[in-house]
């Protein structure tokens, strides 16, 4: 039997024994009890799992991410990765000792703070005008090779001009969201018509002005399609390797 | 999730829907090398690497179109190289049953290689 880690919280005894004592109702996967191994005022929350193959799969995904979801409302948490396993408590009681000054850094970041998506999507792959080949125009007369290479000029500039795009949206973006003091971490576009993809990381009370912010800038891009999430435990703000 | 995570949304299935596309994508794109699958495991890296060098050799191709300083015959030359090399990633694709979307490595927290 081997322990898998749900997430890294700071706490004062008092919670989590309220969270040891399942007052708060949580279950781990499979319905298994969740139990906590503090180093000072740091804990991992726990439970028993098998071998990383038997249980490790998308079918459990989704019943972690419930936990460190229903943990992140309680306390300030950092998320682990699914499938972190280690063999027992006194190996869990080692890293977090060894790693306590990181743990501690990393929770003072994110303390009070959620994580929120941006996404922004075009309506129609056309509202971004693709520049013209003036020099060399597809041609009947063109072999084959020639036109193969005008093809991809084409999409080159095509992807060119929608980086283009896609940067000034991150600029004005950034403009709009200055103002309610949030991290932004830009990502790469997921393909299709998406043209922005950023996680941010800003005040749990901040959630209003943020959605506000998101109306005002929908309202000035009809022409785009915009979704945002949250909040989130903090999965893209934890800066951090375990040792 | 037990509550709505859509603060603010479209209502665009198709968009949802694309990214849902995309979720799938991220846990297919894992590389999973074992003892029974280490032939497909490995082409699909050997590929996946190969892939990213083409595209590469690409993009710095239609750099230079874009510079203007290509005469017809080395167009024609580059479209011929070009071409053949797609084509070929083409046959091994279809030789390991591999598709594009398999040619993309998840670096985690880095996004996707490609």
């Known amino acids: 039997m081997h322990k898998l880690i749900y997430a890294i919280i700071h706490a004062k005894k008092e919670s989590v024994c ?3 004592n399942f007052d708060i109702g949580i279950q781990g996967i499979k319905g298994r009890e969740l139990s906590a191994v503090s180093f000072n005022d740091i804990w991992a929350v726990v439970s028993d799992a098998e071998n990383k193959d038997s249980e ?3 079918d459990y995904a989704l019943e ?3 936990v460190t979801e229903e943990l992140s409302h309680m306390f300030t948490l950092l998320p682990m990765r699914f ?3 280690l063999k027992s408590d006194a190996e869990i009681l080692k890293v977090l000792e060894k790693n306590y000054d990181a743990i501690r ?3 003072i970041k994110v303390e009070g703070k959620s994580e929120y998506g941006l996404k922004v999507f ?3 792959s056309d509202i971004i005008p693709v520049p013209e080949l003036a020099e060399v125009k597809q ?3 063109n072999s084959v090779y020639k036109n193969y290479i005008l093809n991809k000029f084409n999409e080159y ?3 060119e001009t929608l980086l283009e795009y896609s940067e000034e949206l991150k600029t004005e973006i950034a403009e709009h969201i200055l103002g309610l003091n949030a991290v932004i971490k830009c990502n790469k576009v997921t393909g299709g018509n998406n043209v922005y993809n950023a996680v941010l990381l800003l005040e749990k009370e901040m959630t209003d002005n943020l959605t506000q912010t998101v109306i005002n800038l929908q309202s000035f891009h009809k022409e785009l399609n915009m979704m945002l999430t949250g909040p989130w435990a903090p999965y893209n703000f934890v800066d951090i390797t375990l040792k | 999730m037990k509550e709505n995570k859509i603060l603010y949304g479209t209502e665009d299935m198709e968009v949802l829907t694309a990214q849902l596309d995309t979720l799938s994508a991220i846990t297919d794109s894992r590389l999973n090398v074992n003892a029974d699958n280490v032939d497909s495991g490995l082409a699909k890296l050997v590929l996946t690497l190969v892939e990213l060098i083409r595209k590469l050799i690409e993009k710095q191709a239609m750099r230079r179109v874009e510079g203007g300083t290509l005469t017809d015959e080395e167009i024609e030359r580059l479209g011929e190289t070009l071409m053949k090399l797609e084509n070929k990633m083409e046959e091994l694709k279809k030789y390991f049953n591999l598709s594009d979307r398999d040619l993309n490595i998840n670096l985690g927290p880095l996004g996707d290689l490609m």
């Open chain 1, 56 to 58: 490790m799969n998308n």
């Open chain 1, 105 to 107: 850094n990393n929770l």
């Open chain 1, 83 to 85: 499938g972190s396993l």
């Open chain 1, 157 to 159: 500039r095509a992807d």
């Open chain 1, 18 to 20: 309220r969270l040891m």
């Open chain 1, 122 to 124: 075009r309506n129609s």
């Open chain 1, 64 to 66: 972690f991410a419930a």
């Open chain 1, 139 to 141: 041609a009947e007369g």
